[in-house]
């Protein structure tokens, strides 16, 4: 409505045949309201500017959260969500950069219920660097990677510590040949509970190939290399 003013917005995406009543009871907080916004919805000003027809994801200020440059506030961002209730959120050893290799260590964040209700708390944990901050790079460096996520329930003033298991693997980017490589350099994680966010530096030590295109479990059929026409 032109001129109205309002503090929140409720997406119902495809809600099928009971998806009136789920709103429903979101609304008089029957509820938890716990979701999380799954694609970036843009300003005007992006909508205006931005060709149509063009795919590519890193034309003028880029689309989506990956590749959508800083410069560009997003009207709602990737993975923004309400609840019923408000959180804090400090990432452990926030100083400390955390040591990312083949191996899965745990990165963790401290979460305070600071509202009055009781509710799931969905966290999710980015990783984003810059050109100057690796030892090498991609031809195309995204903006930043969501790495994981998860869900619990809080109850009003409870802390908890929620940890997520990552690796290098899960900050590796894409090369122009297909490989999936974790590059040594410095990293920021961040953890976002859909309203607010809170980081903690990493570092990969050493470069390393974590996948290839096709992957070793799924080879190239020799028609494909020129080995053979009848199924090409």
């Not at 979701?35 to 880029?62: C, H, I």
């Not at 410095?186 to 903690?200: P, V």
């Amino acid at each position: 409505l032109a001129g109205a003013q309002s503090t929140a917005v409720v997406y119902a995406g495809f809600g099928g045949e009971t998806g009136q009543n789920a709103i429903v009871d979101v609304l008089f907080g029957d509820a938890h309201a716990s979701g999380r916004l799954p694609f970036t919805v843009y300003p005007e000003s992006w909508g205006n500017a931005t060709e149509m027809k063009d795919m590519s994801f890193q034309a003028g200020s880029g689309r989506s959260y990956k590749s959508l440059l800083p410069s560009v506030k997003p009207l709602f961002e990737f993975a923004s969500g309400l609840s019923w209730t408000n959180f804090s959120l400090a990432a452990a050893d926030a100083a400390e950069p955390l040591k990312l290799g083949p191996s899965p260590v745990p990165a963790c964040v401290s979460v305070t219920n600071t509202g009055t209700s009781a509710s799931p708390v969905v966290i999710t944990l980015f990783s984003s660097t810059a050109r100057a901050k690796l030892k090498e790079a991609p031809r195309l460096l995204p903006n930043r990677q969501l790495l994981a996520f998860a869900k619990e329930h809080t109850t009003p003033g409870q802390k908890q510590s929620i940890c997520l298991e990552i690796s290098d693997k899960d900050v590796a980017m894409v090369d122009d040949a297909g490989s999936h490589i974790a590059y040594a350099g410095s990293y920021e994680l961040t953890f976002f509970d859909g309203a607010t966010k809170s980081s903690r530096p990493a570092v990969v030590a050493a470069t390393r190939t974590v996948a290839s295109i096709p992957p070793v479990d799924n080879p190239q059929p020799p028609c494909c290399s020129g080995a053979e026409t009848s199924c090409c």
